[in-house]
């Protein structure tokens, strides 16, 4: 469980950078910054702790104090990211490829612990990695990165599919494959986002007008 609470950690860190960027991005008062980091950063977790039936980890003391660090220290040096727009638009990418593998290795070694089978596993490690993202977006309006980015599903189901794999034939994971896991996954989410590559869609092979 220990190694559930550190990519814990990295998730909420991440997510919340992310949420707080969308935050100065969509020019939100100070309260609606931090609503928009604690969204983001506990939003998948929530999901997953509940589907578990455990105490979802934002009522524990230094889950909500993580966030809330990072808002302020977001504050004090919030002039830099308002006035370098494409600084600003490279660190969210960054902390939202962050954020999503994290997440998604988090809720996919918990669901392993819990012996789900492999639907299961990949299920509850995509909720985690999504939930916070989705429901950010959707506060604000927009359409889900989800739904619109570069493979962005496919890096949790990545990383479910890799632990769960692994912990069949191995029995447990360790912490050599969760790096490898964790650091493959964010450069595939990096390159994928660099290189544009997109899922394909009906409309490439199939165009009617409406």
């Given amino acids: 469980m220990d190694v559930v609470w550190i990519f814990d950690i990295i998730g909420i860190i991440a997510f919340a950078i992310s949420g707080f960027l969308v935050g100065i991005r969509k020019q939100f008062d100070i309260l609606g910054i931090a609503i928009m980091s604690a969204i983001t950063s506990f939003g998948g977790g929530i999901i997953r702790d509940s589907i578990v039936s455990r105490m979802p ?7 909500p104090s993580v966030t809330l660090f990072v808002v302020f220290i977001g504050c004090i040096i919030f002039r830099k990211l308002v006035n370098d727009k494409i ?17 998604a290795i988090s809720g996919a070694l918990l669901a392993i612990d819990i012996n789900f089978n492999l639907f299961g596993v990949i299920i509850l490690s995509f909720l985690t990695a999504v939930g916070g993202s989705i429901t950010r977006d959707t ?10 980015s570069e493979i962005y599903g496919i890096i949790a189901i990545y990383c479910a599919l890799v632990l769960f794999i692994y912990s069949y034939f191995f029995d447990e994971y360790n912490i050599y494959i969760i ?15 660099i290189k544009k590559w997109r899922l394909p ?3 490439q092979y199939y165009k009617q007008d409406y």
């Avoid at 506060?139 to 619109?148: A, C, D, Q, V, Y």
């Avoid at 896991?181 to 986002?193: C, D, K, P, W």
């Fill in 57 to 63: 980890f934002v009522f524990t003391f230094y889950y």
């Fill in 87 to 103: 600084e600003q638009k490279i660190l969210f990418i960054v902390m939202d490829a962050i954020g999503l593998v994290a997440f």
């Fill in 139 to 148: 506060i604000i309006n927009e359409i889900p990165l989800l739904l619109r």
């Fill in 179 to 193: 790096s490898f896991v964790a650091t493959s996954a964010f450069l595939l989410r990096i390159i994928a986002y």
């Fill in 201 to 203: 869609t009906l409309t």
